[in-house]
């Protein structure tokens, strides 16, 4: 299953997590921060438990703290997954 | 320090409705909220008035406590430096918190494993979600917590935020309960211990009354002192004049049979608000429908009302929308105060047989015109002129010598043993 991964089904799907979290759609970019997304720690654990469901994709609470931006956030499952 | 508490604003969520007007003018008509022997907040949709953020990251019990303080706040006329926000406190009681989340994520746990559970459980199920979230989404930075207190718990919030005030350790206060305990684990458990009813009725004091019928909802109100919100123009509901709170110290879930602790507790909220048990114009009653309760309260008012007992109007609001638990006081005190204003006393719905013993009037049927007392002073009836009482601004013509005081008291009690009477009063 990881192997079929693609960045772009992984940004589809993230983005539907972080809408589902509360963001505004509209703001949801690469570049976008998750603070100016309004969305914390505790939105971030969430997000992490729906990439392990979706490509059994371990995030760690010490990887959380060097995602500070949505893109930041891609590369790490993209890594992972493939 | 000691300055008059006045309530500038009020919010509900009830099976009656969204909205305090609501609960007050379907129960002034005789209308119940209560279906399948439950009373649910059926019309409260929390997308509707709350971001989609604050929906996912709080339980229901949260939710409708972040409604009902929105309304009130509204009518309060709230707004930012309106009142000093380190000088405004925010107190919402509970009986039980966030038990649909802790039910949700036990399934998870036990279905899924430990690393499955919402991040968002604790903050969602403690129990003082509710006064933090209200606090956080209006800037209420002075003392905030969480009453505990089962049954009692709205009303301990009341008690405590008026003394706040009263007092100078705030000159605001946002004060209330919530409750949403309508789940499995919750209605199974009351249901074993015989607590709730098994026919679904709600009718408190009925010689048929068979258990309480649970409902869900939340009740704010917005406590100020008298000179802070007349400088800021805000307008006066009422006042908050007497808090009396006892412990039966006798069982941990039934009352004390004779009502001893519950009589205490309303001695000791008209000894506070300096008000004589015949000046007492209306008395929402605690009301549960279960057999104890309704004959330990009606013992308790006969024993502080001695022949006033068998005058004054004593209704039960749970016969409408069921027992709110921990939003209960909270919910009642602002009907109570909502009643005054109208001059009526809302009936006893499902009133219909007489217990030996129980004798007082409880309002059966439909609503009736409220006679405001002072002392040994002559009666004046202060209630709609003609026909059934109306609510809202149904005001009859009161005495200028100030007899025409409108005073009622609220009693709620909780498992526990805990006693908390509020006495309001409008004018």
């Known amino acids: 299953m990881a192997q079929t991964v693609t960045r772009e089904q992984i940004q589809e799907k ?12 509209e703001a949801i970019k690469p570049e976008a921060e998750f603070e100016a997304l309004e969305l914390d720690s505790l939105d971030l654990v969430e997000l992490a438990q729906i990439v392990e469901e979706e490509w059994g994709v371990e995030i760690t609470a010490k990887d959380m703290e060097t995602m500070k931006t949505v893109g930041q956030a891609l590369d790490v499952v993209e890594q992972r997954a493939s | 320090m000691s300055r008059r508490v006045v309530v500038t604003g009020v919010g509900a969520v009830t099976p009656l409705g969204v909205g305090a007007s609501a609960l007050i003018d379907r129960w002034t008509a005789g209308e119940s909220g209560i279906e399948d022997g439950l009373g649910r907040c059926d019309a ?59 039910e949700s994520n036990h399934t998870v746990l036990a279905e899924k494993g430990p690393k499955k559970v919402s991040a968002l459980s604790i903050p969602m199920l403690m129990a003082n979600a509710a006064s933090g979230n209200v606090a956080m989404r209006h800037g209420l930075k002075g003392q905030c917590y969480g009453t505990v207190s089962a049954c009692a718990a709205g009303a301990h919030a009341i008690g405590v935020g008026m003394r706040m005030v009263q007092w100078g350790d705030a000159d605001a206060c946002v004060v209330g309960g919530s409750e949403s305990a309508l789940t499995p684990l919750s209605m199974a458990a009351f249901g074993v211990m015989a607590a709730t009813s098994p026919t679904g009725m709600s009718r408190p004091f009925d010689a048929r009354r068979d258990g309480f019928v649970m409902g869900e909802g939340a009740g704010v109100l917005v406590l100020e002192a008298e000179e802070v919100a007349l400088a800021r123009g805000a307008v006066v509901l009422g006042y908050v004049t007497g808090y009396g709170a006892t412990a039966d110290a006798h069982h941990l879930t039934a009352p004390e049979p004779s009502g001893e602790g519950a009589a205490r507790a309303i001695r000791a909220a008209l000894l506070d608000a300096e008000v004589e048990p015949e000046e007492v114009a209306y008395v929402n009653a605690h009301g549960t429908s279960t057999p104890m309760n309704d004959r330990a309260e009606t013992m308790a008012i006969k024993a502080v009302f001695g022949d006033h007992a068998l005058e004054v109007p004593v209704s039960s609001t749970k ?43 409880y309002v059966p049927g439909e609503a009736k015109p409220l006679t405001a007392r002072t002392g040994d002073r002559e009666l004046a009836s202060v209630g709609a ?43």
Do not use: Y
Request: glycine share 14%; net charge negative; proline share 4%.
């Open chain 2, 319 to 361: 016969s409408v929308i069921g027992h709110l638990l921990g939003a209960a006081g909270a919910v009642e005190a602002l009907a109570t105060l909502l009643a005054l204003r109208a001059g009526v006393a809302p009936p006893t719905i499902g009133w219909e047989e007489r217990e030996e013993g129980m004798d007082l009037d």
């Open chain 2, 44 to 102: 409260f949709d929390p997308a509707e008035l709350l971001s989609r953020k604050e929906c996912r990251r709080s339980d229901r019990f949260t939710q409708l406590a972040l409604a009902a303080s929105n309304e009130a706040l509204e009518q309060a006329g709230w707004e930012d430096g309106a009142v000093d926000p380190e000088r405004t406190g925010c107190i919402i009681g509970t009986g039980i918190g966030g038990i649909g989340t802790i």
């Open chain 1, 14 to 25: 993230v983005t539907e997590a972080l809408v589902e979290l509360g963001a505004d759609r």
């Open chain 2, 385 to 427: 002129a003609s026909g059934p009482a109306v609510a809202n601004g149904a005001s009859g013509s009161l005495p200028e010598d100030g007899s025409g005081r409108r005073i009622a008291i609220s009693n709620s009690f909780g498992f526990g043993g805990h006693n908390a009477v509020i006495c309001l009063e409008t004018s």
